[in-house]
């Protein structure tokens, strides 16, 4: 079964505006991280964002992570669109070896 | 740097025939995993290696079977192809941080 599972299931905004994914899990993690998956193409790593931090940047990425709630959100600001693209999470579970991925999350930006 | 190097892109099979794909990475990782992707899906973990010498079944394993080679390479066999097994296909390495390197993928179909 899956650890991470995202939210929406796919998304459709316009260039310019921002675009907010979420990401929840099961299980106690060491980090989470999202990876961007262009069409037709492996996965690319985006951030990774350790347990014990609860927001992190990088560019026009914002990942927040709330250990309670067992969640975490990706925003894209000024969403451009190259950034169309499906958006997974995966999580590095406590004392565990494997990262395991959601289903993830389908973008489409229209220019 | 070429990263991770999967052969072949693409491999049509008839049920029953074998195959094996080829998975090599450059930068020296010791942990590398065999990923599937059905279409709307987040990636299932197949097989994994943690280091070289070293193995372990991953959430789908049945069907499959691996072969680390050396460091660099790591190996996905079919000993009878089924059509359950029509998929697209992904190697990647791992360092210390666990972030996840990917090949560009290998589109099987089992007719």
């Known amino acids: 079964s899956q650890q991470g599972e995202e939210d929406p299931q796919a998304l459709s905004i316009q260039e310019g505006e921002n675009a907010t994914m979420n990401c929840s899990y099961k299980?106690?993690?060491?980090?989470l991280q999202w990876y961007r998956q262009n069409s037709g193409r492996g996965l690319v790593h985006l951030i990774l964002?350790?347990?014990?931090?609860r927001e992190k940047h990088s560019g026009r990425l914002r990942v927040t992570l709330d250990t309670s709630k067992k969640s975490s959100s990706l925003l894209i600001t000024a969403s451009r669109a190259a950034d169309t693209a499906s958006y997974f999470c995966a999580t590095g579970p406590t004392g565990g070896f494997k990262t395991i991925f959601g289903a993830g999350t389908r973008l489409f930006v229209k220019a | 740097n070429a990263g991770v190097t999967q052969t072949p892109k693409f491999q049509v099979l008839k049920t029953g025939q074998s195959m094996t794909l080829q998975c090599a990475q450059d930068?020296?990782?010791?942990?590398m995993y065999w990923y599937r992707q059905d279409p709307g899906m987040g990636l299932r973990l197949i097989y994994y290696?943690?280091?070289?010498?070293?193995?372990d079944k991953g959430e789908v394993p049945n069907g499959y079977n691996v072969s680390r080679l050396n460091k660099r390479e790591f190996s996905l066999r079919l000993e009878s192809a089924a059509p359950s097994q029509t998929s697209v296909y992904f190697c990647?390495?791992?360092?210390?941080?666990?972030?996840?390197?990917f090949g560009a993928g290998t589109r099987l179909s089992v007719l």
């Open positions: 964002i350790r347990s014990n931090e």
């Open positions: 930068m020296n990782h010791n942990s």
């Open positions: 299980t106690s993690i060491n980090n």
């Open positions: 990647a390495s791992s360092g210390p941080k666990n972030i996840q390197y």
């Open positions: 290696s943690a280091s070289e010498g070293t193995t």
